[in-house]
């Protein structure tokens, strides 16, 4: 009975509690550029993140058998879309958050009532894209499950295209990009001269870069659980198999691999550089917004064109959190000028490109 009365009565206090601290303990840095933006966007954009990471956290558990995830989170992708299922609640609640070493998920995955009971009370059109972003997530969440065996298994399996790899960078990311431009110009009317075509396209190919960037800097531990989302046409061209690219020590044959990737990525990177630039610089909350994740995923990408051992689990190419902090007071003098923000991300890619350049000199 406690299901359906949260999803029908909203508690002010556990909405406040739930976009508040809950939202800050299971996001970590996504908290720190939520916490910037206009106070109309926090509540739409931090609740599909908390759905979605929701979402996740389900899927993630390898203590449940694929299947049986595959289960739970279609059960909460019709929860999200209107469903009400009070059994479906409890049973994500009984059997989920059991299985979760870091006690903020547990009480996410047992707080699926309270944040369901928020969605109803936003207004129409946000309701409409929430439920949007999180289906888009989700199917990306359940292409994975589909497309790779069970983590425990010891078998592995790779996407075949790039178009494959394009696809999902846009489930999990590119569509991101999407529904954050939306917010932008439902909720900040005015403030974006581009035309929105322009800039969905553009926010599409910033989500892109970003999520490009997690799949090469995640890469060797995907490959351990199984997942190599590096495409096999690409593989086959330099010779390799993704059972190759388990050996750590494969990671110097295999650069001429990732610097295709680091290419490709670059590109997009550049499309989220003209993303952050077409807002206006009086809009610094939202600029900063942008900034961030951008100069934090270039710095990533320098970690990795540089790191010789870039197939060991262990040496994962990935900034402190202090490099966050100092990315953070950098970026505040950069808002000032389109031009320093320009100088600032080319130097990062000719960083990426020189060392590049440099491996590939005869």
Same mark, same amino acid.
């Given at each position: 009975?406690?299901?359906?009365?949260? #999803?029908?009565?909203?508690?002010?206090?556990?909405?406040? =509690?739930?976009?508040?601290?809950?939202?800050?303990?299971?996001?970590?840095?996504?908290?720190?550029?939520?916490?910037?933006?206009?106070?109309?966007?926090?509540?739409?954009?931090?609740?599909? %993140? /908390?759905?979605?990471? @929701?979402?996740?956290?389900?899927?993630?558990?390898?203590?449940?058998?694929?299947?049986?995830?595959?289960?739970?989170?279609?059960?909460?992708?019709?929860?999200?879309?209107?469903?009400?299922?009070?059994?479906?609640?409890?049973?994500?609640?009984? $059997?989920?958050?059991?299985?979760?070493?870091?006690?903020? $998920?547990?009480?996410?995955? =047992?707080? /699926? +009532?309270?944040? /369901? @009971?928020?969605?109803?009370?936003?207004?129409?059109?946000?309701?409409?894209?929430?439920?949007? #972003?999180?289906?888009?997530?989700?199917? +990306?969440? =359940?292409?994975?499950?589909?497309?790779?065996?069970?983590?425990?298994?010891?078998?592995?399996?790779? /996407?075949? =295209?790039?178009? $494959?790899?394009?696809?999902?960078? %846009?489930?999990?990311?590119?569509?991101?990009?999407?529904?954050?431009?939306?917010?932008?110009?439902?909720?900040?009317? +005015?403030?974006?001269?581009?035309?929105?075509?322009?800039?969905?396209?553009?926010?599409?190919?910033? +989500?892109?870069?970003?999520?490009?960037?997690?799949?090469?800097?995640?890469?060797?531990?995907?490959?351990?659980?199984?997942?190599?989302?590096?495409?096999?046409?690409?593989?086959?061209?330099?010779?390799?198999?993704?059972?190759?690219?388990?050996?750590?020590?494969?990671?110097?044959?295999?650069?001429?691999?990732?610097?295709?990737?680091?290419?490709?990525?670059?590109?997009?990177?550049?499309?989220?550089?003209?993303?952050?630039?077409?807002?206006?610089?009086?809009?610094?909350?939202?600029?900063?917004?942008?900034?961030?994740?951008?100069?934090?995923?270039?710095?990533?990408?320098?970690?990795? @064109?540089?790191?010789? @051992?870039?197939?060991?689990? $262990?040496?994962?190419?990935?900034?402190?959190?202090?490099?966050?902090?100092?990315?953070?007071?950098?970026?505040?003098?950069?808002?000032?000028?389109?031009?320093?923000?320009?100088?600032?991300?080319?130097?990062?890619?000719?960083?990426?490109?020189?060392? #590049?350049?440099?491996?590939?000199?005869?």
């Amino acid at each position: 009975m406690r299901a359906r009365y949260l #999803i029908r009565h909203m508690n002010p206090s556990n909405r406040a =509690e739930l976009l508040g601290p809950l939202l800050k303990s299971v996001s970590r840095s996504f908290y720190l550029t939520l916490r910037i933006l206009p106070g109309t966007m926090r509540d739409p954009i931090g609740l599909a %993140y /908390l759905l979605a990471r @929701a979402a996740d956290t389900i899927v993630d558990t390898s203590l449940i058998p694929p299947q049986r995830r595959l289960q739970l989170l279609l059960s909460l992708r019709e929860q999200v879309n209107g469903t009400r299922d009070d059994a479906a609640l409890a049973i994500i609640a009984g $059997e989920v958050p059991g299985q979760q070493a870091q006690l903020d $998920e547990r009480v996410l995955l =047992e707080r /699926l +009532g309270d944040a /369901l @009971a928020i969605l109803p009370h936003l207004s129409a059109s946000d309701v409409v894209a929430v439920r949007d #972003i999180v289906t888009t997530l989700t199917t +990306g969440m =359940e292409f994975d499950l589909r497309t790779f065996p069970d983590e425990t298994s010891g078998r592995i399996a790779a /996407l075949h =295209e790039f178009d $494959e790899l394009d696809r999902y960078t %846009y489930l999990v990311a590119g569509c991101v990009g999407e529904f954050w431009t939306k917010m932008t110009y439902a909720h900040m009317p +005015g403030v974006l001269k581009a035309q929105p075509q322009s800039m969905l396209t553009r926010g599409v190919r910033f +989500g892109k870069a970003l999520q490009m960037t997690n799949v090469l800097r995640d890469c060797a531990r995907d490959l351990g659980i199984g997942r190599c989302y590096l495409p096999m046409s690409l593989l086959a061209r330099h010779r390799f198999t993704p059972e190759a690219l388990l050996d750590p020590q494969a990671s110097q044959r295999a650069r001429p691999v990732l610097y295709d990737l680091l290419r490709t990525t670059l590109a997009l990177y550049r499309e989220a550089v003209d993303y952050t630039l077409a807002i206006p610089q009086a809009a610094i909350r939202l600029r900063l917004a942008c900034l961030w994740p951008i100069m934090i995923g270039l710095d990533t990408l320098v970690l990795l @064109a540089r790191n010789d @051992a870039w197939l060991d689990p $262990e040496r994962v190419s990935k900034i402190r959190r202090n490099d966050v902090y100092r990315i953070m007071a950098v970026s505040m003098p950069l808002m000032a000028s389109n031009a320093l923000v320009r100088n600032w991300t080319e130097k990062r890619m000719r960083m990426i490109e020189a060392a #590049i350049s440099d491996a590939t000199r005869p």
